[in-house]
């Protein structure tokens, strides 16, 4: 069965630091990979994906990720943080193609960035 | 803009009552899901449905039901609510790749 990982629970860093979250996702044929931020009090909201095409994929809000397939990893990152990025984010892995398909959760990695 | 609306952001219930967590999306969005997300075991899926009056079963759905009567609305039972069901329950819907999620019910079973 497919799993997703994320090495750390939890991430403390100063604001204006760069910062890197981890995700691992067991190998597959074909993955397309997400990750989603949750605000306190709020539900999920997209942040990037990887479908295809270029290993490197910019999100909102300055994040990006780097999907790579030998390691298989799939790494955000974000060269300056600011307090209001205080949040958890989830790395999420999606089996192939077509419209149906459920999305696997890592278990959330906890941001906090201190001033 | 996409829009995806939970019943109730807070709830109590007593151990054995059956509470209906409901959900509806306006994005005429053909699958819809149910998770439940608890501190270090980040999201797990209960169940999710394709298609009006089609369902199947998640990673989870021990002591939970579903009902999808309509194309818009995903309701989630909890048939005899125990104590261990107390958690945040999420609903999300999609026609493609990307899940978008509701706000979230925090249920809590005494």
């Known amino acids: 069965a497919q799993s997703v990982t994320q090495l750390d629970s939890q991430v403390p860093v100063f604001e204006e630091a760069p910062v890197e979250l981890r995700c691992n996702y067991s190998?597959?044929?074909?993955?397309?990979l997400f990750w989603y931020v949750q605000y306190p009090n709020q539900g999920l909201q997209l942040l990037l994906k990887y479908l295809s095409g270029s290993t490197l994929v910019k999100g909102i809000n300055g994040f990006e990720a780097e999907f790579n397939k030998s390691q298989t990893s799939f790494h955000l990152r974000k060269p300056s943080v600011h307090i209001s990025d205080t949040a958890e984010y989830f790395c999420a892995v999606k089996h192939g193609s077509g419209n149906t398909g459920k999305l696997i959760f890592g278990q959330g990695t906890t941001l906090q960035v201190k001033p | 803009d996409v829009k995806v609306t939970q019943s109730s952001r807070y709830l109590v219930k007593r151990t054995g009552e059956k509470v209906f967590l409901e959900c509806v999306q306006d994005m005429d969005h053909e699958n819809m899901f149910w998770y439940r997300q608890d501190p270090g075991l980040g999201l797990r899926l209960i169940y999710f449905?394709?298609?009006?009056?089609?369902?199947e079963k998640g990673d989870i759905p021990e002591g939970y039901s579903v009902s999808r009567e309509k194309k818009e609305r995903f309701s989630l039972i909890l048939e005899s609510a125990s104590t261990n069901q107390t958690s945040m329950y999420l609903c999300a819907s999609t026609t493609g790749t990307s899940l978008f999620f509701g706000p979230g019910t925090r249920l809590t079973v005494l």
């Open positions: 190998s597959s044929v074909s993955v397309y």
């Open positions: 449905s394709y298609d009006v009056k089609m369902k």
